[in-house]
């Protein structure tokens, strides 16, 4: 376990906290003025290894040349000239912190990240994070990386938290609903809400259908029926092209049976932990690995089925109260488009003239209600 404290005056700014894999939903802007949770768990804490925050160039101000050795093959909206590295926790992990509200920026509902950190260590005054908390934005703070040092923390058994083994992740690891009920900002009497498919998983589809096209070469991709075909089916079917020999992506990782031969890329769960994809062994150990967030995953490869909950009271025993289904979405599942666009344009494949053009026309896809 670490804590982090001040680079100027060495004071303590964090709880202690275990380093867990950086959600594919950190940078997710989802809707107008809607009310998102915490993005970390408490006691956690993720490094973003690229550079994110103020201050921005917009891409026609980068040089060919660098965006290539930052790893970025097709434009994007703007490129970050802040250091790598940043650190995300919950905001109720913090600790010897003032906020300094002029810097905040946003003010929509909340806080934005502005023109640079806006929370100041409370010893000394050196600004040294970002707290987030404006509408369509997960909440969090942002620690600065040039600001912030992480030092280790002695713990019981001075062994940390294990890594745990993918066994112990199916068994004990939540899966992610895919649908869960939306609030707008400042809801009076939580009434203002209505049932949606999950931020999480609009932003996990995103990059795991950037992949997808990737591996695609150009030809169409099938994928399982379920959830999987809700998720992905209808972009993949409008976004390549139908007249060749389709590449078959199949369900793979802890608990399902191996993919055979025939699978062209493994849908299979990251560690949430370490962050490193399931790998298959057997023949296809050389699919091509398309990640999901292992609760999101969990639930693509063994939904849970409405279960009735236990009666209590006279009912006799055994009997089941028939509780309703959650609502279903009002519309088709689309993957985020921001996540989507990240992903894509840091993949070497985005080079090519046919995603390429994919990412050119994105705004016409988004409004066609693919995204």
Same mark, same amino acid.
């Given at each position: 376990?670490?804590?982090?404290?001040?680079?100027?005056?060495? %004071?303590?700014?964090?709880?202690?906290? $275990?380093?867990?894999?950086?959600?594919?939903?950190?940078?997710?802007?989802?809707?107008?003025?809607?009310?998102?949770?915490?993005?970390?768990?408490?006691?956690?804490?993720?490094?973003?290894?690229?550079?994110?925050?103020?201050?921005?160039?917009?891409?026609?101000?980068?040089?060919?040349?660098?965006?290539?050795?930052?790893? +970025?093959?097709?434009?994007?909206?703007?490129?970050?000239?802040?250091?790598?590295?940043?650190?995300?926790?919950?905001?109720?992990? @913090?600790? !010897?912190?003032?906020?300094?509200?002029?810097?905040?920026?946003?003010?929509?509902?909340?806080?934005?990240?502005?023109?640079?950190?806006?929370?100041?260590?409370?010893?000394?005054?050196?600004?040294?994070?970002?707290? +987030?908390?404006?509408? $369509?934005?997960?909440? &969090?703070?942002?620690?600065?990386?040039? @600001?912030?040092?992480?030092?280790?923390?002695?713990?019981?058994?001075?062994?940390?938290? @294990?890594?745990?083994?993918?066994?112990?992740?199916?068994?004990?690891?939540?899966?992610?609903?895919?649908?869960?009920?939306?609030?707008?900002?400042?809801?009076?009497?939580?009434?203002?809400?209505?049932?949606?498919?999950?931020?999480?998983?609009?932003?996990? &589809?995103?990059?795991?259908?950037?992949?997808?096209?990737? @591996?695609?070469?150009?030809?169409?991709?099938?994928?399982?029926?379920?959830?999987? %075909?809700?998720?992905?089916?209808?972009?993949?079917?409008?976004?390549?092209?139908?007249?060749?020999?389709?590449?078959?992506?199949?369900?793979?990782?802890?608990?399902?049976?191996?993919?055979?031969?025939? &699978?062209?890329?493994?849908?299979?769960?990251?560690?949430?932990?370490?962050?490193?994809?399931? $790998?298959?062994? !057997?023949?296809?150990?050389?699919?091509?690995?398309?990640?999901?967030?292992?609760?999101?995953?969990?639930?693509?490869?063994?939904?849970?089925?409405?279960?009735?909950?236990?009666?209590?009271?006279?009912?006799?025993?055994?009997?089941?109260?028939?509780?309703?289904?959650?609502?279903?979405?009002?519309?088709?599942?689309?993957?985020?488009?921001?996540?989507?666009?990240?992903?894509?344009?840091?993949?070497?494949?985005?080079?090519?003239?046919?995603?390429?053009?994919?990412?050119?026309?994105?705004?016409?896809?988004?409004?066609?209600?693919?995204?």
């Amino acid at each position: 376990m670490f804590v982090f404290v001040c680079a100027g005056c060495g %004071a303590g700014l964090t709880v202690p906290l $275990s380093q867990v894999e950086l959600p594919v939903h950190a940078h997710q802007k989802y809707g107008n003025g809607i009310q998102l949770p915490v993005l970390m768990e408490p006691g956690t804490f993720a490094v973003e290894p690229e550079p994110w925050g103020p201050p921005w160039r917009r891409w026609e101000e980068v040089a060919p040349d660098e965006a290539a050795a930052r790893g +970025i093959h097709a434009p994007v909206h703007a490129v970050s000239d802040g250091p790598p590295g940043a650190v995300v926790i919950a905001p109720g992990d @913090a600790r !010897g912190t003032v906020l300094v509200p002029e810097e905040g920026g946003g003010y929509c509902c909340g806080l934005d990240w502005g023109d640079g950190p806006n929370m100041a260590c409370e010893a000394c005054g050196l600004p040294v994070a970002s707290r +987030i908390d404006d509408c $369509s934005l997960w909440q &969090a703070v942002w620690l600065a990386p040039d @600001a912030v040092l992480r030092l280790p923390v002695a713990t019981a058994d001075d062994a940390g938290p @294990a890594v745990s083994s993918w066994a112990e992740l199916l068994e004990e690891t939540r899966a992610t609903p895919p649908v869960e009920p939306i609030a707008r900002w400042a809801a009076v009497c939580e009434l203002d809400h209505w049932w949606s498919w999950s931020p999480r998983w609009e932003a996990a &589809a995103g990059r795991a259908l950037a992949h997808l096209l990737a @591996a695609a070469d150009g030809r169409p991709v099938t994928v399982p029926d379920g959830l999987a %075909a809700e998720v992905f089916r209808r972009a993949l079917d409008a976004l390549l092209p139908a007249d060749r020999p389709a590449r078959r992506a199949v369900l793979a990782g802890p608990g399902l049976p191996a993919p055979g031969a025939d &699978a062209d890329m493994v849908l299979v769960p990251t560690h949430p932990q370490t962050g490193e994809p399931w $790998s298959p062994d !057997g023949p296809a150990a050389s699919a091509y690995p398309v990640p999901l967030p292992f609760g999101i995953w969990k639930w693509m490869a063994f939904p849970e089925q409405h279960l009735g909950l236990p009666m209590s009271g006279t009912m006799p025993d055994g009997v089941l109260r028939d509780d309703p289904p959650a609502p279903r979405p009002h519309r088709l599942f689309r993957a985020d488009s921001g996540t989507f666009h990240r992903t894509l344009a840091r993949l070497p494949a985005a080079r090519g003239p046919r995603l390429r053009e994919i990412l050119e026309n994105l705004t016409h896809h988004v409004r066609a209600g693919l995204f």
